[in-house]
């Protein structure tokens, strides 16, 4: 750990030259939605917007809430986000501009995991297609903006205080963080922490064991302003503790995870600005089976060990300004990741089903932004080279045979890959008053993951997918593609608003699970037996078929009378194979959203209903089990109660009904309420109360 942390300093010292249904839209950026959290000012009746009720621990669960979004449930902590089908490292997922790999094997630590909701300043959402410049991303793009000090008046610093804590009775959890600092027009120096801690979640008649968490983070930043522009530099620490994640086959013990980033950005000459970044992330994990769930059997007790070192850079040039622009750059990111299984009651039971591998990407872009008449056009290229490597894998002498035996053949097989992607995006748009119209179009890839590639033990390693299969991965895997369509457009009066978009995604060469052989549960082959032998005989490999997506959704609202106004989301998605009769895993169902609210001018009071429809195109393939449609009530509010000083409240699922999340994992803890291999039920009746303190 000691010498990452070192090699990351220098790699800095190198480098160093809430609203829900928010559609603030970036005067640069048609596709871009910026969601705030909740300010202490009073609500502007005039913006497209209303109180966000968000009270989960991490931003995932707040992101679910807008238009074409969904929450993957793996837990209170580990929780990720569907966008419009996709989920995991097929979204651009970012933390304050930074890209990394998650540290489980499993994605115990998706890259929400790093966004407590009690440090969230915003959050960017790219629908659609994520720009160029971001990196290659299969879908859209995500990027959670942490609180930090801003740049104020001139002399000497003044003070900036961002604070909040909460309590959640459904968990009986609590979070406490923000941010202090100090700033001028010149310097801000800064200093962010947070700690959250709940117990095993309630729901009607029940509780579902092991799901309790705990979390700390803190961190500083500084920015400077020099006569060309601003550099930045910014440290964080998480520390998560014992978590449970009942989807998956153990819980998390630890996360002992760093970010370190340095940035310049500034203008070098007029109409040319220089962009630049160095960042390094080094996650430590730690997950068993046996400290948060009945004791398994001395055989049957498991650990794991796992890590993940992220490097990356990158530096752009723009010429033009910021709405007409060329934009040229390159970037690059090395990842190296190990992975071993043990008992530790057998010191001679240890084996690495992913040895010391690495990946490596290195890309160059460039971007136009040009007006051709009333058509607004963004037009981007990127063509990235990719690199993937392992060692030949390590064990123990108390191995048994069949895994030792697959161990040794993978050590003689081919252990490394390399391949050339290239995307593109083209968006149009056109401002014609009330009505702005919108396209895009674009060609997105991406490559296969370390534990796709090389997973050659089978286990549940599965990045996340939580389905309760055993998989293997493949070598001969091929980078995704997909052709993206996408149609809408933004419509606005002085009394209401919508949103609309259609789209479809073709997708070639999509990883998926499927069964290891031609003859599934026939342990005819080393695998199968092995897989067998860990409790299931029909395991999957991952494999590339073809797919599409397509669907629909809006985010609509209208000031009614006075202080009156609803505001609404729906959504509506379809994933489904193209080679074979099945539809793609864990795809949302359609809901729709609904949030009437009095907004006076220093308190508003809002009911919400969210209709969620059953969803039965399920995968054959994943074992996916149908779900039933459910409708909630929330009900919640604000009070400003000085100027500064904010107070909400409010109770979630107000009537205390049983539902089943169509995207919740399914429940692998003894210890619970949960029957084993059920879904996991929604929260039961839980109310909140929240203050918030902030000067700037």
Same mark, same amino acid.
């Given at each position: 750990? =000691? +010498? #990452? $942390?070192?090699? %990351?300093? /220098? !790699? *800095?010292?190198?480098?160093? @030259?809430?609203?829900?249904?928010?559609?603030?839209?970036?005067?640069?950026?048609?596709?871009?939605?910026?969601?705030?959290?909740?300010?202490?000012?009073?609500?502007?009746?005039?913006?497209?917007?209303?109180?966000?009720?968000?009270?989960?621990?991490?931003?995932?669960?707040?992101?679910?809430?807008?238009?074409?979004?969904?929450?993957?449930?793996?837990?209170?902590?580990?929780?990720?986000?569907?966008?419009?089908?996709?989920?995991?490292?097929?979204?651009?997922?970012?933390?304050?501009?930074?890209?990394?790999?998650?540290?489980?094997?499993?994605?115990?630590?998706?890259?929400?995991?790093?966004?407590?909701?009690?440090?969230?300043?915003?959050?960017?959402?790219?629908?659609?297609?994520?720009?160029?410049?971001?990196?290659?991303?299969?879908?859209?793009?995500?990027?959670?903006?942490?609180? =930090? +000090? #801003? $740049?104020?008046? %001139?002399? /000497? !610093? *003044?003070?900036?205080?961002? @604070?909040?804590?909460?309590?959640?009775?459904?968990?009986?959890?609590?979070?406490?963080?923000?941010?202090?600092?100090?700033?001028?027009?010149?310097?801000?120096?800064?200093?962010?922490?947070?700690?959250?801690?709940?117990?095993?979640?309630?729901?009607?008649?029940?509780?579902?064991?092991?799901?309790?968490?705990?979390?700390?983070?803190?961190?500083?930043?500084?920015?400077?302003?020099?006569?060309?522009?601003?550099?930045?530099?910014?440290?964080?620490?998480?520390?998560?503790?014992?978590?449970?994640?009942?989807?998956?086959?153990?819980?998390?013990?630890?996360?002992?995870?760093?970010?370190?980033?340095?940035?310049?950005?500034?203008?070098?000459?007029?109409?040319?600005?220089?962009?630049?970044?160095?960042?390094?992330?080094?996650?430590?994990?730690?997950?068993?089976?046996?400290?948060?769930?009945? +004791?398994?059997?001395?055989? %049957?007790?498991?650990?794991?060990?796992?890590?993940?070192?992220?490097?990356?850079?990158?530096?752009?040039?723009?010429?033009?300004?910021?709405?007409?622009?060329?934009?040229?750059?390159?970037?690059?990111?090395?990842?190296?990741?190990?992975?071993?299984?043990?008992?530790?009651?057998?010191?001679?039971?240890?084996?690495?089903?992913?040895?010391?591998?690495?990946?490596?990407?290195?890309?160059?872009?460039?971007?136009?932004?040009?007006?051709?008449?009333?058509?607004?056009?963004?037009?981007?290229?990127?063509?990235?080279?990719?690199?993937?490597?392992?060692?030949?894998?390590?064990?123990?002498?108390?191995?048994?045979?069949?895994?030792?035996?697959?161990?040794?053949?993978?050590?003689?097989?081919?252990?490394?890959?390399?391949?050339?992607?290239?995307?593109?995006?083209?968006?149009?748009?056109?401002?014609?008053?009330?009505?702005?119209?919108?396209?895009?179009?674009?060609?997105?890839?991406?490559?296969?993951?370390?534990?796709?590639?090389?997973?050659?033990?089978?286990?549940?390693?599965?990045?996340?997918?939580?389905?309760?299969?055993?998989?293997?991965?493949?070598?001969?895997?091929?980078?995704?593609?997909?052709?993206?369509?996408?149609?809408?457009?933004?419509?606005?009066?002085?009394?209401?608003?919508?949103?609309?978009?259609?789209?479809?995604?073709?997708?070639?060469?999509?990883?998926?699970?499927?069964?290891?052989?031609?003859?599934?549960?026939?342990?005819?082959?080393?695998?199968?037996?092995?897989?067998?032998?860990?409790?299931?005989?029909?395991?999957?490999?991952?494999?590339?078929?073809?797919?599409?997506?397509?669907?629909?959704?809006?985010?609509?609202?209208?000031?009614?009378?006075?202080?009156?106004?609803?505001?609404?989301?729906?959504?509506?998605?379809?994933?489904?194979?193209?080679?074979?009769?099945?539809?793609?895993?864990?795809?949302?169902?359609?809901?729709?959203?609904?949030?009437?609210?009095?907004?006076?001018?220093?308190?508003?009071?809002?009911?919400?209903?969210?209709?969620?429809?059953?969803?039965?195109?399920?995968?054959?393939?994943?074992?996916?089990?149908?779900?039933?449609?459910?409708?909630?009530?929330?009900?919640?509010?604000?009070?400003?109660?000085?100027?500064?000083?904010?107070?909400?409240?409010?109770?979630?699922?107000?009537?205390?009904?049983?539902?089943?999340?169509?995207?919740?994992?399914?429940?692998?803890?003894?210890?619970?309420?949960?029957?084993?291999?059920?879904?996991?039920?929604?929260?039961?009746?839980?109310?909140?109360?929240?203050?918030?303190?902030?000067?700037?």
């Amino acid at each position: 750990m =000691k +010498t #990452r $942390f070192f090699v %990351a300093t /220098a !790699l *800095a010292a190198i480098a160093s @030259v809430c609203p829900a249904f928010a559609q603030q839209t970036d005067p640069t950026d048609g596709n871009l939605i910026i969601v705030t959290a909740q300010r202490t000012t009073a609500l502007n009746l005039d913006r497209e917007a209303e109180e966000e009720l968000a009270t989960g621990p991490d931003a995932a669960a707040f992101i679910a809430r807008q238009p074409g979004m969904a929450l993957v449930d793996n837990g209170a902590l580990s929780g990720q986000v569907q966008m419009r089908g996709l989920f995991g490292e097929r979204i651009a997922l970012r933390i304050n501009g930074q890209h990394f790999a998650t540290g489980g094997p499993n994605a115990m630590d998706p890259a929400m995991h790093y966004a407590p909701m009690a440090l969230i300043d915003r959050v960017e959402i790219a629908r659609g297609a994520s720009p160029v410049r971001d990196g290659p991303g299969f879908g859209g793009g995500v990027n959670a903006v942490l609180k =930090k +000090t #801003r $740049f104020g008046e %001139a002399g /000497a !610093l *003044a003070p900036q205080i961002d @604070v909040s804590a909460q309590y959640r009775s459904v968990d009986d959890s609590v979070a406490i963080g923000g941010m202090a600092g100090l700033a001028n027009d010149r310097v801000r120096l800064g200093a962010i922490a947070s700690w959250e801690k709940g117990d095993d979640m309630r729901f009607p008649h029940g509780r579902g064991g092991g799901t309790s968490f705990e979390r700390a983070v803190y961190g500083v930043h500084a920015g400077f302003q020099t006569g060309l522009g601003e550099i930045s530099l910014e440290y964080r620490r998480q520390d998560t503790g014992r978590s449970g994640n009942p989807p998956f086959a153990m819980d998390i013990i630890y996360f002992h995870t760093d970010f370190l980033r340095a940035g310049f950005e500034g203008e070098l000459a007029s109409d040319l600005t220089l962009e630049a970044h160095a960042d390094y992330s080094g996650v430590e994990h730690r997950m068993n089976n046996f400290a948060l769930r009945p +004791t398994p059997t001395v055989a %049957a007790t498991r650990q794991s060990d796992t890590y993940a070192d992220t490097m990356g850079a990158g530096l752009s040039l723009r010429f033009g300004s910021s709405d007409r622009h060329i934009r040229i750059g390159g970037d690059f990111e090395a990842i190296d990741k190990g992975f071993m299984l043990y008992n530790p009651l057998s010191p001679t039971f240890f084996i690495h089903p992913l040895d010391r591998a690495k990946s490596d990407r290195i890309g160059a872009f460039a971007e136009a932004r040009a007006a051709l008449g009333i058509v607004d056009a963004e037009l981007g290229f990127r063509v990235d080279r990719h690199g993937a490597s392992t060692e030949a894998p390590r064990f123990g002498p108390g191995v048994p045979m069949g895994p030792a035996t697959l161990a040794r053949a993978f050590a003689n097989a081919d252990r490394e890959w390399s391949a050339t992607s290239v995307d593109a995006a083209l968006r149009l748009s056109a401002d014609l008053g009330e009505i702005t119209p919108r396209f895009t179009l674009a060609r997105k890839t991406r490559a296969p993951s370390l534990v796709e590639r090389f997973a050659w033990l089978p286990t549940e390693a599965s990045g996340g997918l939580a389905d309760g299969n055993i998989y293997v991965g493949s070598s001969a895997l091929k980078i995704e593609k997909a052709w993206l369509f996408e149609a809408g457009f933004d419509w606005k009066s002085e009394t209401a608003y919508a949103r609309p978009l259609i789209y479809y995604r073709r997708l070639e060469d999509f990883i998926q699970g499927v069964p290891f052989d031609a003859t599934p549960g026939v342990l005819d082959t080393p695998v199968e037996m092995v897989s067998a032998a860990s409790g299931d005989s029909t395991p999957l490999r991952f494999t590339n078929v073809d797919a599409e997506i397509y669907g629909a959704d809006v985010a609509f609202g209208t000031r009614i009378s006075g202080p009156l106004r609803l505001d609404g989301v729906a959504s509506f998605v379809r994933g489904k194979r193209r080679d074979i009769s099945d539809n793609l895993y864990r795809i949302a169902p359609a809901n729709v959203r609904l949030a009437l609210a009095w907004e006076a001018d220093r308190w508003s009071l809002t009911g919400e209903a969210l209709k969620v429809a059953k969803q039965r195109k399920v995968s054959a393939t994943n074992g996916e089990v149908p779900s039933q449609g459910y409708v909630t009530f929330n009900l919640f509010g604000h009070w400003i109660l000085h100027d500064g000083l904010r107070l909400d409240a409010g109770v979630e699922n107000l009537f205390d009904k049983y539902y089943t999340e169509h995207l919740a994992g399914y429940n692998r803890n003894s210890g619970s309420d949960v029957a084993l291999g059920a879904r996991l039920p929604g929260a039961g009746r839980s109310a909140f109360i929240r203050l918030r303190w902030e000067t700037r």
